[in-house]
């Protein structure tokens, strides 16, 4: 691996360790075995890093979201499906020191570090373009903009949600089969209000 790779790798292992506002620069290149100027050269700034480290880290929970395949064995867009992709996303949530709480660290702090809400604030699109596939099928290159958009947004929000609730109090956070039940309800009043 070169400095560039080192240095995300330490500054994963710095955030899962310390979360962003306590991460110094020092502490990453103490744990990636660089030097400082590498921060600026390679990424521009600790922040930025951080954001890129952060994004990282929610890209390698992908596997997880599948559950081992099983989200594969129910249909595309049934609640089938939403309720087993929405439970592996949960047990992702389960244990207090997971990825998860830098994102609660992020809303909290977003004011106090602009260079990474700013980072992420841009990879929300992506990361709903990416949960449209995992829930409704098909191809993450073949999701467009306006279903990024919408759907996708309509995931990231459901995600933000589920990822403050396992945070302040996971004992009453809901599970997939509870979202599921709450999407039915919803699914049953619209199409009631839609009939004639």
Not at 44 to 62: F, H, N, R, T
Not at 118 to 145: C, I, T, Y
């Amino acid at each position: 691996m070169g400095h560039r790779e080192d240095l995300l790798e330490g500054a994963k292992r710095c955030l899962l360790a310390k979360g962003f506002v306590r991460t110094t620069a020092r502490d990453i290149v103490r744990e990636s075995g660089t030097n400082l100027a590498s921060i600026g050269y390679h990424y521009g700034s600790k922040d930025a890093l951080l954001a890129q480290a952060y994004v990282s880290l929610i890209e390698g929970m992908g596997g997880a979201f599948e559950g081992g395949g099983n989200v594969d064995e129910a249909a595309p867009g049934s609640l089938e499906r939403f309720e087993r992709v929405w439970s592996n996303i949960i047990a992702t949530m389960r244990d207090p020191g997971t990825v998860w709480r830098l994102s609660m660290e992020v809303l909290a702090l977003g004011d106090r570090l602009p260079e990474v809400r700013d980072h992420l604030a841009k990879a929300q699109r992506e990361a709903g373009r990416g949960l449209v596939p995992l829930l409704m099928g098909g191809r993450e290159e073949d999701v467009s903009d306006e279903t990024a958009d919408t759907l996708g947004a309509f995931y990231v929000t459901l995600m933000t949600g589920l990822i403050a609730q396992w945070t302040f109090d996971p004992a009453s956070a809901p599970d997939g089969e509870r979202l599921a039940a709450g999407l039915r309800r919803v699914v049953e009043a619209a199409a009631t209000d839609a009939s004639p």
